[in-house]
């Protein structure tokens, strides 16, 4: 595992045999933690990710929300990463979080960077991004879900990319991305790291060997910027078992 800095705990490891069961338990546990954080009077703030497993896991959310207890109108959704393209592009994460649930819920305090056609240009979308950032939520996110790709990138933060090494910024415009669409609003390790919670949503054997990277005794967070980012009180890895195969 990791070595975890003197004031974060060491990543957590949770293994369930497949995508749909895997998608299930994050699910239930997202809506245990809202529920809990309105309980004690709170406004949780939490992070949406995309891709495959976090479409799954949304999907899981719109139909178990309904004996959650959850007041959806008291949580605010925010973005890791955002696509600079226009609004209604299924490339967007927002489009594809609406889609699965945010809608169905009736969610309506959801912020990510404006699209391309609702900003003069990229470092302005990165900008009023960080603003709502910095004037709604604060950015100390109760539970922050980010998805790994195979190279190990996190958010829209690239190996070896530019973007890795920003600091005094909670976001950065990212204008050539190895993997399309080139224009993107990213957050900065930064910004990650003040997350409460992180939580990595991985499955299939195709990021096996970048889990094992990312938890590994030794790494380069240039190679693996996963390895960048930790919740101050807690991590957790949430696989499925061809995820967690090299472990």
């Given at each position: 595992?990791?070595?975890?800095?003197?004031?974060?705990?060491?990543?957590?490891?949770?293994?369930h045999p497949d995508p749909p069961a895997l998608a299930t338990a994050i699910a239930g546990e997202l809506l245990n933690r809202i529920a809990d954080?309105?309980?004690?009077?709170?406004?949780?703030?939490?992070?949406?990710?995309?891709?495959?497993?976090?479409?799954?896991?949304?999907?899981?959310?719109?139909?178990?929300?309904?004996?959650?207890?959850?007041?959806?109108?008291?949580?605010?959704?925010?973005?890791?990463?955002?696509?600079?393209?226009?609004?209604?592009?299924?490339?967007?994460?927002?489009?594809?979080?609406?889609?699965?649930?945010?809608?169905?819920?009736?969610?309506?305090?959801?912020?990510?960077?404006?699209?391309?056609?609702?900003?003069?240009?990229?470092?302005?979308?990165?900008?009023?991004?960080?603003?709502?950032?910095?004037?709604?939520?604060g950015g100390d996110f109760d539970v922050l879900m980010l998805g790994v790709g195979p190279d190990g990138h996190v958010a829209s933060l690239f190996?070896?990319?530019?973007?890795?090494?920003?600091?005094?910024?909670?976001?950065?415009?990212?204008?050539?991305?190895?993997?399309?669409?080139?224009?993107?609003?990213?957050?900065?390790?930064?910004?990650?790291?003040?997350?409460?919670?992180?939580?990595?949503?991985?499955?299939?054997?195709?990021?096996?060997?970048?889990?094992?990277?990312?938890?590994?005794?030794?790494?380069?967070?240039?190679?693996?910027?996963?390895?960048?980012?930790?919740?101050?009180?807690?991590?957790?890895?949430?696989?499925?078992?061809?995820?967690?195969?090299?472990?």
């Open positions: 595992m990791t070595t975890p800095t003197p004031d974060r705990p060491a990543p957590l490891v949770e293994v954080a309105q309980a004690a009077g709170h406004v949780p703030d939490i992070g949406l990710t995309g891709g495959t497993i976090a479409d799954a896991v949304h999907r899981e959310i719109a139909r178990l929300a309904p004996a959650s207890g959850v007041d959806w109108g008291a949580v605010s959704f925010w973005f890791g990463d955002e696509r600079y393209v226009p609004a209604d592009s299924p490339d967007r994460n927002l489009v594809q979080a609406r889609a699965a649930f945010l809608d169905e819920v009736g969610a309506f305090r959801v912020h990510t960077a404006p699209a391309s056609d609702e900003s003069d240009d990229l470092a302005a979308s990165a900008a009023s991004y960080a603003a709502t950032i910095r004037s709604e939520g190996p070896h990319h530019p973007g890795l090494d920003v600091v005094d910024a909670i976001t950065a415009p990212v204008e050539d991305s190895p993997k399309p669409p080139p224009a993107r609003v990213t957050l900065t390790f930064e910004a990650l790291n003040r997350a409460q919670s992180v939580w990595f949503l991985v499955s299939g054997d195709a990021k096996a060997d970048v889990v094992r990277r990312a938890l590994a005794e030794e790494g380069s967070v240039q190679d693996t910027p996963a390895r960048g980012v930790s919740g101050k009180a807690e991590t957790v890895w949430f696989l499925d078992s061809g995820a967690a195969s090299a472990l």
